[in-house]
């Protein structure tokens, strides 16, 4: 991407610099506790008191003043227009992970705008999740479940059979993203050993995670769970396909907690349904009422609740507070994001 440059604001920062919550309705009171709004209100001048969810509707005298942006779920569309309205904007933090759906282009030009997220916070509770099902995966416990529920109890029902267990598993990881190295970094404390397959990370970093590098379709073939975490990318889309899952060993499990659109998902319903494979699906497009996936035994279904939810929002909230903070004292947000890598990072 090529940037141009800009010519410096002529305002300097204020030592309380203007904001604006711009985010869903409501959303501010759900992120923010009262300590934790106390502190936002030490750190920015709010120009209003709740969220603003159509940066359009903001006084034009309103917006000139504007140097943060403090987003969220729901944000508005950040493109030239909204900067033509806002010279001052030096910095955007969002309180949430991926920025794409509202950042527009003309942001990534303008050198001068820093861009933050709250990804890292966000990848705290999606690994702990992957971490439970990996493990839960390691004892089949979506197919066994099913299984006693059918045998109502009888003699022998429980008893496991095959490959089944954690003590010495192989769980694949694809990509060494915020989550996937949380989730490596949590299984390093079982008996477990971890594949990472990720073009962009080296071997030597992924071995600092306790895991091995390995390409995809060792990872595949090799693995007892798969668990995805690459992000959600044009190079990365459909990049799990038929011939991934044909890999997989009856038995094993695949989960994921990234995206619908990087799997082919009709290839892996047709595996699913052959009853071969389990998975764990916390993300999947709409399903349709009569799709099988409903009714597969060997399928568990969540409604996208992996990241964070209730008062893990929090846990964003102080991640925006530590970035505000910083840019209150002319230092750099801890996660700025690089603009040399945004075609490799959701």
Do not use: C
């Given at each position: ?14 030592a ?12 501010d ?44 779920w ?28 509202f ?53 022998g ?6 490959r ?7 769980v ?21 050993e ?23 379709e ?24 038929a ?39 916390d ?12 009714d ?50 959701a």
């Amino acid at each position: 991407m090529t940037t141009q440059p800009v010519r410096p604001s002529q305002h300097a920062p204020s030592a309380r610099p203007a904001a604006l919550l711009a985010m869903s309705s409501g959303l501010d009171a759900e992120l923010f506790t009262p300590e934790q709004r106390r502190r936002l209100g030490g750190l920015v001048t709010l120009l209003a008191e709740s969220a603003v969810p159509d940066l359009g509707a903001v006084p034009d005298e309103t917006a000139a003043r504007v140097e943060i942006l403090v987003t969220g779920w729901g944000a508005p569309r950040i493109d030239a227009s909204v900067l033509g309205r806002m010279p001052r904007l030096r910095a955007i933090v969002h309180t949430a992970g991926t920025v794409a759906p509202f950042v527009g282009r003309a942001v990534w030009e303008r050198e001068d705008i820093v861009v933050s997220t709250a990804a890292q916070a966000n990848a705290v509770p999606v690994a702990e999740y992957a971490l439970a099902q990996i493990l839960l995966a390691g004892k089949r416990s979506v197919a066994r479940s099913a299984d006693h529920r059918r045998a109502r109890g009888r003699e022998g029902a429980w008893t496991a059979t095959g490959r089944t267990g954690n003590y010495g598993a192989v769980v694949g990881l694809i990509g060494a993203s915020r989550t996937g190295r949380l989730t490596a970094e949590h299984l390093q404390r079982f008996d477990i050993e971890v594949l990472v397959h990720d073009p962009f990370a080296g071997a030597e970093e992924i071995a600092a995670l306790g895991a091995r590098k390995v390409d995809l379709e060792e990872l595949f073939r090799a693995s007892d769970v798969v668990s995805l975490h690459a992000p959600d990318v044009p190079s990365t889309r459909g990049m799990i396909t038929a011939e991934h899952f044909a890999l997989m060993r009856e038995g094993t499990t695949f989960l994921n907690t990234a995206r619908p659109a990087l799997v082919d998902e009709d290839a892996l319903r047709a595996e699913l349904v052959s009853g071969r494979i389990s998975a764990v699906l916390d993300v999947h497009d709409d399903l349709a009422p009569d799709d099988p996936l409903w009714d597969l035994s060997n399928v568990q279904l969540t409604p996208h609740i992996a990241g964070s939810q209730g008062n893990e929002l929090h846990r964003l909230a102080d991640s925006a507070l530590e970035e505000l903070g910083r840019l209150s004292r002319g230092e750099t947000p801890l996660h700025a994001l690089d603009r040399s890598r945004l075609d490799i990072t959701a």
